[in-house]
């Protein structure tokens, strides 16, 4: 009969733990939640990460582009928001109807402007570059251009070099 060789439960734990200690934030900026808004969904996974300390490193929980876009464009105060899922660690439904309440920009038309400005948002040409450069890809007529595309290639890049190396 074959020998079968188990790990223990301890260093299988060990193991998941350290794997699992930080989250490259795999929700696009291009996904909207029920409310219809671009990029709330990632901003509340970043967010809540960072507020348990399990945010990658060098993602910011809530930074000056797309997360500062959605805070304005809905009319939220940003220290009320980053406060409110550092307490309330809210599922996402809790969390757009946080955002329903304090809100000031929830009309459809606000809503379509914002959505319109993410999508259309691109990096500068040295950002572009870098993170085309670090997925070996060419900087030329068929590369992404918006943000949205080329932050989803940085995300899958980071992940892979977390977690799949």
């Known amino acids: 009969m074959p020998e079968v060789l188990y ?3 301890q260093s299988t734990q060990h193991k998941k733990h350290h794997i699992m200690n930080t989250v490259v934030p795999l929700i696009s900026s291009g996904t909207a939640g029920p409310l219809g808004v671009l990029h709330l969904p990632r901003l509340w996974l970043k967010l809540s990460l960072e507020s348990t300390g399990k945010l990658a490193p ?5 930074g000056m582009g797309f997360d500062q876009m959605v805070i304005d ?10 406060a409110f899922i550092k307490t309330s660690k809210p599922t996402y439904p809790q969390f757009e109807a946080w955002v329903k309440k304090n809100g000031t920009k929830l009309d459809k038309p606000s809503i379509e402007k914002l959505n319109a400005a993410i999508r ?6 040295e950002t572009r570059k870098s993170i085309l450069g670090a997925n070996s890809l060419p900087d030329d007529a068929s590369a992404a251009k918006d943000a949205v595309n080329l932050n989803n ?13």
């Open 7 to 9: 790990l223990d439960e």
């Open 58 to 62: 060098g993602y910011p929980g809530a």
């Open 73 to 82: 464009g809905l009319g939220l105060k940003r220290d009320a928001v980053i």
């Open 120 to 125: 259309g948002y691109n990096h500068d040409d």
């Open 153 to 165: 290639l940085d995300d899958w890049k980071e992940l892979h070099a977390a977690l799949l190396k």
